[in-house]
């Protein structure tokens, strides 16, 4: 505990933004640090709790009260070796993560919890702007070889931790940059991809070797893995979820993933002449999630005439609800900055048909209110609202309806088992094939980069004792790095 009562004496603060009207002039990560002195303040309000909850909040089981002590301290570079020690990309998680461990710290019980999240940053963003965070290539290699198929976090943790066993390791790419999801799913305005270029740097100086616009089973053939010892598979859930909806074909309809990667590419020097752009547009956002939050802030940032964002299910409260007490994750109204810069906001809105003109054209949308009919044991069972019916004005309409599960080209030329969400399954993220394992999205379903960093983690463990009948490699929540 850095300092006794500190939780009482300071309150918490956050990162700020710049105003509205400057950020949505560019792509630009638009978050205003906070003063150094007040993030020593900041770890300080982190309680000596006794159980620290936040722990089994965080997927990766960080040792958020020891890096808070150290921040508190101002031992910062003891500070990033914790941090370290359990989470290999804490510059992605402290900038996307929707923090699950303070959504568990005991302190918000009874006031703001620790802000885990931007400390968390400014450890690491502190530990590259001081050359702290270098290579650190493993001294002997085991002469095992292993494949990692996706860029993704979870693709790049299992890399990391693998070639820090000692193996040789090879990540195949099938687009033309790493990253997987933090390269063209997540805007620049929330992870300008310089920070990813600066990680992939240290993965390649540390022997991991990167191959990309390789799509396995399509234009590298399943049996030219043969050439490796083992296999991770952390392709991602990436097939995407549409609607069976009259005019869903009309042109103007498109999934969110293909809007916001074309915008990224774009921003990056790549020509996509038929990119499908907001600007003067009536554009309506269908999904209230993390990806419909992005849609709309690119939309903004190309100038649309209005944004209307629809989702199917209720409003949820400003506070906690009783059903999600802590510390479990809340059910919690999320109002992003995205939300903030320019949003037409609506609940319990179904879209009933997707209207064009004789030219296939999208020029709007029939919606009608819906409610939510629960019934103990059966499913939930969604009701009309008679006479509720609405035309909205749309000129582009983004369906921000999430993912499936992964796609088969994998598993079907691989014979990997899949289970009833066509998830890959695995025991110990071993599948039936057994020197094949996967970890991710691809086998946990769509979900969080924590989620991803920690599978990769783990699955990277089993694939070394898989290897070498014992491993060194730790589980959650156990550091791994040497001293710094």
Not at 221 to 241: K, M, P, Y
Not at 320 to 347: I, V, Y
Request: charged share 25%; with cysteine.
């Amino acid at each position: 505990m850095g300092k006794i009562g500190g939780f009482k004496e300071y309150n918490r603060a956050d990162e700020s933004n710049l105003a509205v009207a400057e950020r949505v002039a560019n792509y630009n990560e638009f978050t205003i640090p906070v003063p150094k002195d007040k993030l020593k303040e900041q770890g300080s309000r982190c309680m000596d709790c006794g159980i620290p909850f936040c722990h089994s909040g965080c997927p990766l089981g960080n040792l958020i009260p020891d890096f808070n002590d150290m921040v508190h301290q101002e031992e910062w570079q003891s500070a990033l070796e914790i941090l370290q020690s359990t989470n290999n990309f804490p510059e992605f998680t402290g900038r996307l993560c929707p923090a699950p461990c303070e959504k568990s710290c005991v302190l918000g019980i009874i006031k703001d919890p620790v802000s885990i999240e931007n400390i968390e940053k400014s450890i690491v963003e502190r530990g590259f702007a001081e050359g702290w965070i270098k290579p650190q290539a493993p001294k002997t290699r085991t002469g095992k070889t292993v494949a990692v198929i996706g860029s993704g976090p979870a693709g790049l943790a299992a890399a990391q931790q693998l070639n820090r066993a000692g193996h040789t390791v090879t990540v195949f790419e099938r687009d033309n940059a790493i990253g997987g999801l933090l390269r063209y799913g997540i805007p620049n305005f929330k992870l300008e991809k310089g920070i990813i270029d600066r990680r992939v740097a240290i993965l390649e100086a540390e022997g991991i070797t990167f191959k990309t616009n390789v799509n396995v089973g399509v234009n590298f053939s399943v049996e030219e893995l043969n050439q490796f010892d083992s296999i991770v598979l952390c392709g991602g859930a990436t097939e995407r979820r549409s609607l069976p909806t009259k005019g869903i074909e009309s042109k103007g309809v498109v999934q969110a993933m293909d809007f916001l990667t074309q915008q990224t590419k774009v921003l990056y020097g790549e020509s996509i002449p038929d990119q499908v752009k907001a600007t003067g547009k009536d554009v309506i956002v269908i999904g209230g999630g993390d990806t419909g939050s992005d849609c709309i802030g690119t939309s903004n940032r190309h100038g649309a005439k209005s944004v209307t964002n629809f989702e199917i299910l209720p409003k949820p409260p400003v506070g906690r609800s009783e059903t999600t007490p802590w510390p479990f994750w809340p059910l919690q109204l999320k109002t992003s900055s995205s939300h903030e810069e320019g949003c037409d906001r609506n609940w319990l809105i179904n879209t009933k048909e997707f209207i064009s003109n004789e030219k296939g054209e999208l020029t709007g949308l029939k919606t009608v209110e819906v409610q939510w009919k629960m019934t103990p044991g059966q499913r939930p069972e969604l009701i009309e609202k008679e006479g509720s019916e609405k035309i909205w004005p749309c000129d582009l309409a983004l369906l921000a309806l999430g993912f499936t599960g992964p796609e088969k080209t994998l598993s079907e030329q691989l014979g990997i088992e899949t289970d009833i969400r066509s998830n890959y399954k695995a025991h110990n993220y071993q599948t039936n094939v057994p020197h094949i394992f996967t970890a991710g999205d691809m086998r946990r379903g769509q979900s969080l980069i924590v989620w991803a960093i920690s599978e990769g983690r783990e699955a990277a463990r089993e694939v070394d004792l898989f290897l070498m009948g014992s491993t060194n490699l730790p589980t959650k929540g156990k550091g791994d790095l040497p001293s710094l």
